[in-house]
């Protein structure tokens, strides 16, 4: 059974201050994706990353997929409140389902 | 375009009654999945269809169902519902197979009481 786990669990931050959530598995994958949700919706794809190694950046926000392409990371630079929610991976492989990590819990305090 | 969209948003059931719920792809997506969202489990994948067939089935009892229909649209059944099938129903389309990412709809909360 292929695993992800996420760390932290939660995280609490003022805005303005940088952070990391990690995204770690024993398992390799085609491709890793991030998601945000907010209360009440369902997830919003934020990024893919499928190559190993690469980085792509979105405004404020840099992923990372590990050279193994069993891990990745997630860095905010100077965090806003606007920030605030669940960020969730997800590993694809072949023809197996989307495996999700179970969250990390993110506030931003103004 | 429009999105994924999943009816009914809430759902307020009684211990074994059954439950229909409704997803609608975002046009052209053929692949539909389904997942089950609890505050102490995350995310557990349903089922997986596409052009009608299912292709990958989760850990869940037999009293979950689900099918795709010809258009795309997918329907999942609960039947016999227990307390612990409270949770957001997640549905999430792809063009093809989500190795690139899924749209998610924006759930049905349900609650059974």
């Known amino acids: 059974t292929q695993l992800l786990e996420q760390s932290p669990q939660f995280l609490s931050i003022q805005e303005g201050e940088n952070l990391t959530v990690y995204c770690n598995s024993s398992?390799?994958?085609?491709?890793l994706q991030w998601y945000r949700q907010e209360p009440g919706e369902g997830p919003v794809l934020l990024v893919t990353?499928?190559?190993?190694?690469e980085v792509k950046k979105l405004k404020r926000l840099t992923f990372q997929f590990g050279d193994a392409r069993k891990d990745s990371s997630l860095h905010i630079t100077a965090a806003q409140p606007g920030d605030t929610g669940l960020y969730l991976c997800?590993?694809?492989?072949?023809?197996?389902?989307?495996?999700f990590g179970k969250g990390t819990r993110l506030s931003v305090i103004a | 375009k429009a999105g994924v969209t999943q009816t009914p948003r809430y759902l307020i059931k009684t211990r074994g009654q059954q439950v229909t719920l409704s997803c609608s792809p975002i046009?052209?997506?053929?692949?539909v999945s389904w997942y089950q969202q609890t505050p102490g489990q995350g995310l557990q994948f349903l089922f997986e269809?596409?052009?009608?067939?299912?292709?990958n089935k989760g850990n869940f009892p037999g009293r979950f169902s689900g099918r795709q229909f010809s258009n795309s649209r997918s329907e999942m059944n609960v039947s016999t519902l227990e307390l612990g099938d409270s949770a957001l129903y997640l549905c999430?389309?792809?063009?093809?197979?989500?190795?690139?990412?899924?749209?998610f709809g924006s759930g049905t909360r349900l609650t059974v009481v």
């Open positions: 999430a389309s792809s063009l093809v197979r989500g190795t690139y990412g899924y749209t």
């Open positions: 269809y596409f052009s009608e067939t299912q292709r």
């Open positions: 046009s052209g997506h053929r692949s």
């Open positions: 990353v499928v190559t190993g190694g």
């Open positions: 398992s390799v994958f085609s491709s």
């Open positions: 997800a590993g694809a492989t072949g023809n197996t389902p989307l495996v």
